[in-house]
């Protein structure tokens, strides 16, 4: 069965210091991960995924197959930073449904 | 930037009642799905649909659930029979490739 773990239901930080949110998963084979943001009162959107490898908004996330983990880390955060973060994982198949994690509502402070 | 729609934005429904639920994916997406996310918990898969058929389905998605996509432009879910429990926001999704999949801002259903 897959499974995504999101430890940290709430990450409090101040402006402008480091933010790493946390996602771990678990599945049999080979998994595609992706990063969801969700702002408040909008649509959940695609941050990042793990194939890409790019750098959206400043936040970057790399996939670690031995810790099975894909973080979510930026290193300056700003304060319309804060929202929801959904770590979320598919199959390689093309149509695969995704599976999400529980979020971390990310609250950036003056 | 094109967007997936869904209406309506709010449904209030009685135990017992149909309803349908309307989303318009992006134009040139061919993978369609469900999903939805009950107050306080996960976002949880309903089904995928690719070729006009449905192409995975979790075990929530059981008979009172069913998916059409009448025309060439609207993706429906209906439940046939809403219960207490079926009160969620439900989150239509397309994707191109199959892979990344796009969200409509969703329905908050209540059912009372």
């Known amino acids: 069965a897959q499974r995504v773990t999101q430890p940290e239901k709430l990450l409090s930080v101040f402006k402008g210091a480091p933010v790493e949110l946390k996602c771990n998963y678990s599945?049999?084979?080979?998994?595609?991960l992706f990063w969801y943001v969700q702002y408040s009162r909008q649509r959940l959107q695609l941050l990042l995924r793990?194939?890409s490898r790019e750098s959206i908004k400043g936040f970057t996330a790399d996939l670690n197959k031995g810790e099975t983990s894909f973080h979510l880390k930026k290193p300056f955060a700003q304060e319309e930073d804060s929202a929801m973060y959904y770590c979320?994982?598919?199959?390689?198949?093309?149509?695969?449904?995704?599976?999400f994690g529980g979020g971390t509502r990310l609250m950036v402070k003056p | 930037e094109p967007e997936v729609t869904q209406t309506p934005s709010h449904q209030v429904t009685q135990m017992g009642q149909e309803v349908i639920l309307r989303c318009v994916p992006i134009?040139?997406?061919?993978?369609f799905y469900w999903y939805r996310q009950i107050l306080g918990q996960k976002v949880e898969f309903l089904v995928s649909?690719?070729?006009?058929?449905?192409?995975?389905k979790s075990e929530i998605f059981d008979d009172q659930f069913s998916v059409e996509r009448p025309d060439g432009s609207n993706f429906t879910l209906k439940i046939r029979s809403t219960k207490l429990e079926d009160s969620a926001m439900y989150f239509c999704?397309?994707?191109?490739?199959?892979?990344?999949?796009?969200f409509g801002p969703g329905t908050r259903l209540l059912v009372l």
């Open positions: 999704a397309s994707s191109d490739s199959g892979r990344a999949q796009y």
């Open positions: 599945y049999s084979g080979s998994p595609e």
């Open positions: 793990h194939i």
């Open positions: 979320a994982l598919s199959g390689l198949n093309a149509g695969n449904m995704l599976t």
């Open positions: 134009s040139n997406h061919l993978y």
């Open positions: 649909f690719y070729n006009n058929e449905i192409s995975e």
